[in-house]
């Protein structure tokens, strides 16, 4: 039996999720998939259109074997940060394969442009360089590989490929990554086939006759309405409230002084996050920077040492797995809540209390023991 690793956020889960399961399935026969999964929130800062519990029943009941989940502290950061954690959690537990899409589909490719970072001594210097001159943190990566190897790394899963490969090659895993060749691009807006990505879902939420075509019907029952207005009124109240900024995450050289002038200038978060980016502080990035904001997630919270791994949830053969993993493991593997483990939560209850606000997720969901099937 193989045990194969997925990293995924499932915002929503969709028809090119089902695909990458059965794939694996077919290239895999006798495998269990375990999943490393972002919460109620996405590595872009956004806010996941399905809730955790929802988005951990539904891959349960389509094939994968575990959910973990992957905790706020890293799930809306940089894909760097946002690999480590995956990674680490898959890697603990025993994965020999790890499993993505990829718009080249070329894994000689994305190692080369991997390992650049980490064995080439010009490749930091480089960076700094590109930095200096403006350009923001990932552009500069991609630039630096690109003069370093000739290899263009721009689309959203190759980027995320070569972030979990670094990972693999600087921890030295036995991870084999595996690609698959993904079918749609991840900035279409249309949808007008059987699979789409979920850029172009989230975009069609309010036309369920598009999206039907696209998702289960079980995602579609459970997509949540996320009160974007409230949203945007609570990121003005803490900008406008917090003495200081700076203390947040992301919150760096001096931006603090341009969303306090701006915000009481835009009426919606697009607005304000069109109006603060630059070529250094991309979409994505301020979008993270408000969602730490309005969690009041400090940069002293920022401790990226790995404490828990939380199993949202698991059938038969992932209850076997976990029984063998729990025997050589340091870290604690949460399956029930505790009192004791609210410590390790703090942070997560903080920001999934924000997400309860703006949506119908039920707080006291937070506090139960996994979903088993």
């Known amino acids: 039996m193989q045990v194969i690793g997925i990293v995924t956020e499932y915002n929503p889960f969709h028809n090119g999720h089902?695909?990458?399961?059965?794939?694996?399935?077919e290239m895999y026969p006798d495998s269990v998939i375990i999943v490393a999964m972002s919460g109620n929130y996405t590595m872009r800062g956004e806010i996941s259109v399905l809730d955790k519990w929802n988005k951990t029943n539904i891959a349960i009941n389509n094939g994968i074997d575990i959910v973990l989940e992957i905790p706020f502290i890293y799930s809306n950061q940089s894909s760097d940060i946002f690999s480590y954690a995956a990674l680490k959690m898959l890697n603990e537990f025993k994965i020999e394969k790890l499993v993505f899409g990829s718009e080249t589909n070329n894994i000689d490719l994305l190692s080369l442009a991997s390992s650049v970072q980490i064995d080439n001594k010009k490749f930091d210097s480089l960076v700094k360089d590109y930095m200096s001159k403006g350009y923001n943190?990932?552009?500069?990566?991609?630039?630096?590989?690109?003069?370093?190897?000739?290899?263009?790394i721009k689309e959203?899963?190759?980027i995320l490929g070569v972030s979990y490969i670094k990972e693999i090659l600087k921890n030295k895993y036995n991870i084999k990554p595996i690609s698959i060749k993904r079918t749609t691009d991840y900035h279409d807006k249309e949808i007008d086939k059987r699979v789409a990505?979920?850029?172009?879902?989230?975009r069609n939420?309010?036309?369920v006759e598009k999206i039907k075509m696209v998702m289960p019907k079980i995602s579609i029952d459970f997509i949540q309405k996320i009160d974007q207005e409230k949203y945007f009124e609570l990121i003005k109240y803490q900008i406008i409230s917090s003495y200081d900024l700076n203390c947040y995450l992301d919150v760096d050289e001096g931006i603090e002084n341009k969303l306090k002038k701006t915000i009481n200038e835009v009426n919606n978060l697009n607005d304000l996050i069109l109006r603060v980016k630059s070529k250094r502080y991309s979409?994505?990035?301020?979008?993270r920077m408000l969602l730490h904001i309005v969690c009041k997630f400090k940069k002293s919270d920022n401790d990226l040492k790995l404490k828990y791994i939380r199993v949202l949830g698991l059938n038969d053969n992932g209850a076997k797995i976990i029984r063998e993993v729990k025997k050589n493991i340091n870290i604690p593997i949460i399956t029930k809540y505790?009192?004791?483990?609210?410590?390790?939560?703090k942070i997560d209850k903080k920001a999934n209390f924000i997400y309860s606000l703006l949506t119908d997720y039920d707080m006291a969901s937070e506090f139960k023991s996994c979903i088993k099937k």
């Open 18 to 25: 089902l695909y990458q399961i059965k794939k694996i399935k």
């Open 137 to 152: 943190y990932p552009s500069s990566i991609g630039k630096s590989i690109y003069e370093l190897t000739g290899i263009k």
């Open 156 to 158: 959203s899963n190759d």
């Open 197 to 202: 990505s979920a850029t172009s879902i989230r």
């Open 205 to 207: 939420l309010n036309n």
């Open 283 to 287: 979409y994505s990035k301020i979008q």
């Open 338 to 345: 505790k009192k004791e483990y609210d410590d390790l939560f």
